[in-house]
């Protein structure tokens, strides 16, 4: 039963909420764009990530994580100066935006 | 041989630039500390003359963030930047691509000025923007109270370093702080009272020492409401003389 609801809760997650923010819009406001390269595919240092087209899933839970300090590894001290810019909905945006992208 | 020796050095310095977490320079917490100790890239870069025009070719990785205008965001994120002194953008600048002022965010946008020319020039350009107009205030019911509070406060210890108008003093290396945002005003004083602004000035941190959180915050209040006459963008509905 857990599982079933886990899945419906999953399969909710991933359909569009009516009037979601604009990833696109957010990406680029939100100051994500100067690290990540105006089209996700180009980040400014090597060791930065490429996001056009990672998984929606994953990038939500990286930003959450990196947000919450729960992740604090790797290059996160330099995301999180500007982590409290984006709330979880926008994060989602964010994250189904990415996912999109080529 | 020549040539082999220049690739060499071209690798180096790439691999040098492509690799943050910044150095980390000894900054306030260590004993023989001097403050804004005139060595390195930043002595050559206040002895150059700043080209606006490539200053904002360079300025463009900045904008992303600091935004066109210089502006900044009224949450304090990032500071406005237009009019500020030239040598205070320098030193901020030479600072944390030393490694004696903390930024992670911003060390990799910094490191990619190639020479000192490029920070006088993108010093040059910053400098040559008008202040916005609008930016972020104290916001409250008891806004004019804290203002007046800040006023008394300010005129006490600030004034004789930062100014009446909080105009600062280019020689001196103290910023311009009209026109700024209140909560960056703030989160820096906040800092530097608490050490965690490793290139602070040791004279300020001991005015500042003493005061309490709602003083500090009082004190942002009144400098976010300073205008510095001439210095300040013309409002966009200005009448033709």
New interface residues.
């Given amino acids: 039963m857990k599982f079933v609801i886990t899945l419906i809760t999953a399969a909710l997650v991933a359909a569009p909420a009516i009037a979601a923010p604009d990833g696109a819009k957010l990406f680029a406001e939100k100051?994500c764009?100067?690290?990540h390269g105006a089209k996700a595919d180009k980040p400014?240092?090597?060791?930065y990530p490429k996001l056009a087209g990672q998984n929606a899933a994953y990038a939500e839970q990286q930003m959450k994580d990196i947000k919450s300090g729960a992740r604090n590894n790797g290059?996160t001290?330099?995301?999180?100066?500007?982590m409290?810019?984006v709330n979880d909905e926008e994060i989602k945006a964010i994250a189904e935006y990415l996912s999109k992208l080529k | 041989m020549k040539a082999s020796l220049l690739l060499i050095g071209l690798l180096s310095a790439g691999i040098a630039i492509a690799a943050p977490p910044a150095p980390k320079q000894q900054g306030i917490e260590g004993k023989d500390y001097k403050w804004n100790a005139q060595e390195g890239e930043k002595v050559e870069a206040l002895h150059k003359k700043g080209d606006v025009k490539n200053g904002q070719e360079v300025y463009e990785i900045c904008g992303a963030c600091h935004l066109p205008s210089g502006a900044g965001r009224p949450d304090g994120t990032f500071p406005q930047l237009a009019g500020q002194h030239s040598t205070v953008l320098i030193k901020q600048m030479a600072d944390i691509r030393a490694g004696l002022r903390d930024n992670p965010t911003m060390y990799p946008f910094a490191a990619t000025l190639v020479d000192p020319q490029e920070l006088a020039d993108a010093a040059a350009y910053i400098n040559s923007l008008c202040i916005p107009l609008e930016h972020g205030k104290y916001e409250g019911p008891d806004a004019a109270m804290q203002v007046a509070k800040g006023k008394d406060l300010y005129e006490k210890q600030c004034l004789e370093c930062h100014g009446k108008n909080g105009e600062g003093n280019k020689e001196k290396f103290y910023p311009v702080i009209a026109g700024q945002h209140y909560k960056y005003l703030l989160r820096q004083m906040t800092e530097i009272r608490d050490g965690h602004r490793r290139n602070a000035n040791p004279d300020m941190v001991k005015v500042i020492k003493p005061y309490s959180n709602d003083q500090l915050v009082a004190i942002s209040a009144y400098q976010s409401s300073l205008v510095m006459p001439g210095n300040m963008c013309k409002p966009k509905a200005a009448k033709k003389k």
Avoid: E, F
Wanted: proline share 6%; hydrophobic share 45%.
């Fill in positions: 100051t764009n100067a690290c400014l240092m090597p060791n290059q001290a330099a995301m999180k100066g500007v409290h810019l």
